[in-house]
């Protein structure tokens, strides 16, 4: 069982920046963060592989930027450029070998 741990929600102006992170307790092949907005399905925003694969949603290529510290088991999602279409409560998920863990979710509200 990993429990992760997520950090750095809020509010923000659009164009302003935030930082998440989001602590795991155990070490996981693939860390990652999807959101999901009031009335819309939770979608994929960024992933990152242990050996540093990245992906990234095509709505916040160049904006956004996925990197984790595999030592402190954390994986961060540094968000620039914030539009108010990025509102939405940001998940982390890591995989191990058996399944898929969630994080318990951190609102990102951004203003126009």
């Known amino acids: 069982q990993v429990q992760l741990v997520e950090s750095g929600g809020g509010l923000v102006q659009a164009g302003g920046s935030l930082r998440l992170s989001c602590v795991a307790s155990?070490?996981?092949?693939?860390m990652g963060w999807s959101r999901q907005a009031p009335g819309k399905q939770r979608s994929m925003v960024a992933r990152?592989?242990?050996?540093?694969?990245?992906f990234y949603a095509d709505s916040v290529k160049g904006r956004f930027t996925i990197s984790r510290d595999n030592d402190k088991k954390t994986v961060y999602l540094q968000m620039n450029s914030l539009e108010p279409e990025d509102t939405a409560v940001y998940y982390c998920?890591?995989?191990?070998?058996?399944?898929?863990?969630w994080g318990q979710g951190t609102q990102v509200t951004v203003s126009s």
């Open positions: 998920h890591a995989q191990d070998a058996s399944r898929l863990y």
């Open positions: 155990a070490s996981t092949f693939s």
């Open positions: 990152i592989t242990s050996g540093g694969s990245v």
